[in-house]
């Protein structure tokens, strides 16, 4: 590595030490390079992993120079284009030295060999992913929860990366880091779903493959983290409540928690861009820190999902709405007509048809908006309650037939 390098990404490290403001990285303790990982994919949709910052801030010992995707991925989140740009906004300047006329000739021929020799060095090409020299399947262990998932792969042994990954969820921060003598890893999931478990390589995706984690019926939780409280809900022909255990520990907490009702199952060849929801839903805690009655509807397909949140008008800045690709913040948008005061049965209804999606509130329609990239197929719903609520006549249709899933 050139001079001009190390001062280039000793540069580097400290403008993303400045953006920081966490103080000098030796102080750093690996829950802070945790939380950069985190922070740098949410600027730059890359995944560095602990160890490759750790690399790159020295605080281990690493005898090679980082990868392109590393210096790229820090440039963008201090906020150039890439590493290239990065060195050009301020360029670092030699030194001028006089130079005896009669030699300038072979000076300038050896400063262009040296430039063409350094270009060359420095130059780091990204990983080439072939993903036929790459396996990776899973095995799911139970049909309880929490569940946990045996992930088999293998890594070409020439392969040249210090960032390998398992993406677990949809969620690309959710990651089990692995080397590349591994060939087999585990992970637990706390929740049923349909998720999409891939094998990255730098950041980019080597191989993939679908995990369906049905819920075996209705599943309750009361989401504790890291472990959620499992039960089962109580079912009345098409209702749905909480036991009134569960009711007394949760008026009981301190805390927000959020309690929830899934199913997730094989709903057969039910389109997730084609459907209809309706339920009557009530509010049965809103005291403290649950005054805001807030809840949420969720709808997962096969390859994408729609969360639809509902509250009082008042705290209708806290939502935020996505619908697949399409994603809008309480904060930037206006969704105050997803509002409504349900300490009385409020009826609500979902229509989605060719990516329209209409949300009715007592039968009229309060709002509209499309998205883009196909859910998939439907295969089930989630429930979510800041506090408590009750759930009155579900019922979930596709155009063709009619589905109750309470029944």
């Not at 953006?19 to 990982?37: Q, R, T």
Request: overall charge neutral; some cysteine.
């Amino acid at each position: 590595m050139s001079d001009n390098s190390e001062k280039y990404i000793a540069r580097l490290r400290h403008e993303v030490e400045e953006i920081l403001n966490w103080g000098a990285v030796s102080g750093w303790h690996s829950k802070m390079f945790d939380e950069l990982s985190e922070k740098v994919f949410e600027s730059t949709r890359v995944m560095l992993s602990v160890a490759t910052l750790k690399r790159f801030f020295g605080v281990v010992n690493h005898d090679g120079a980082p990868s392109i995707t590393t210096l790229d991925a820090l440039s963008q989140f201090v906020g150039k284009e890439n590493w290239r740009a990065f060195k050009m906004a301020d360029p670092i300047k030699r030194k001028k030295e006089k130079t005896p006329r009669k030699s300038i000739y072979v000076t300038i021929g050896f400063i262009l060999a040296i430039i063409s020799i350094s270009l060359v060095g420095n130059k780091r090409p990204e990983v080439v992913i072939n993903a036929s020299e790459f396996s990776f399947s899973s095995k799911v262990l139970s049909k309880e929860y929490p569940n946990s998932v045996v992930f088999d792969f293998n890594i070409p042994s020439d392969l040249r990366t210090d960032s390998l990954h398992i993406q677990q969820y949809w969620d690309p921060t959710k990651t089990i880091a692995v080397q590349k003598d591994q060939t087999q890893a585990t992970g637990i999931y706390y929740f049923p779903g349909y998720f999409r478990a891939k094998l990255m390589v730098d950041g980019k995706e080597a191989q993939a493959h679908d995990l369906f984690l049905k819920s075996e019926g209705w599943l309750g939780l009361i989401e504790y983290a890291p472990t959620p409280k499992y039960f089962e809900p109580e079912i009345d022909g098409t209702a749905l409540s909480f036991p009134e255990e569960i009711k007394k520990e949760v008026i009981g907490l301190e805390k927000p928690v959020v309690s929830s009702f899934h199913f997730i199952d094989d709903l057969g060849r039910v389109s997730g861009d084609n459907f209809s929801f309706s339920a009557t839903v009530k509010n049965v805690f809103d005291d403290r820190w649950a005054v805001c009655q807030a809840m949420s509807i969720y709808f997962i397909g096969s390859t994408g999902a729609m969360i639809i949140p509902f509250s009082k008008i008042g705290c209708s800045s806290d939502n935020n709405l996505m619908l697949n690709d399409t994603y809008l913040r309480g904060k930037e948008h206006d969704l105050s007509p997803l509002s409504a005061d349900f300490t009385d049965p409020v009826e609500l209804s979902i229509q989605v048809e060719k990516k329209q999606v209409s949300i009715l509130i007592g039968g009229k329609i309060v709002y509209t908006e499309a998205y883009k990239e196909s859910m998939g197929k439907l295969v089930g719903t989630r429930i979510k309650f800041k506090g408590l609520g009750e759930v009155l006549d579900f019922k979930l249709k596709d155009h063709n037939s009619e589905l109750v899933l309470l029944q």
